[in-house]
């Protein structure tokens, strides 16, 4: 199994910059995918990006150009740089993490909220 743990939120204004991090711990050699999702007031939760052990990443059309989901392997972590942030980029942001014959492990969810 693995251990997710999400860190880097906060309250930033509009058109600042937040990087989220994600370190994970435990079985990460299962990991296959891992991704950054988001939940907004009043909204489902929404897939923001995801990036393969291959280095593929892919996002939602609301965020392209501005955020960025990369990985370091050496240190087990993912990050999400989120650039030009506006209000409606508030929400809990989560790290999951796809796994070979184990559910999607998901991190606990860190709070970004963009206001002036």
């Known amino acids: 199994q693995v251990q997710l743990v999400e860190s880097g939120g906060g309250l930033v204004q509009p058109g600042g910059s937040l990087r989220l991090s994600c370190a994970a711990s435990?079985?990460?050699?299962?990991?296959?995918?891992m991704g950054w999702y988001r939940r907004a007031p009043g909204k489902q939760r929404e897939l923001v990006a995801t990036?393969?052990?291959?280095?593929?990443?892919n996002y939602v059309d609301s965020v392209k150009g501005r955020f960025t989901i990369s990985r370091d392997n050496a240190k087990n972590t993912v990050y999400l740089q989120m650039n030009s942030l506006k209000p409606e980029d508030t929400a809990v942001y989560y790290c999951?993490?796809?796994?070979?014959?184990?559910?999607?492990?998901w991190g606990q969810g860190t709070q970004v909220t963009v206001s002036s």
């Open positions: 999951s993490a796809d796994q070979v014959f184990y559910p999607r492990a």
């Open positions: 435990g079985s990460i050699f299962r990991i296959t995918v």
């Open positions: 990036i393969t052990n291959g280095g593929s990443t």
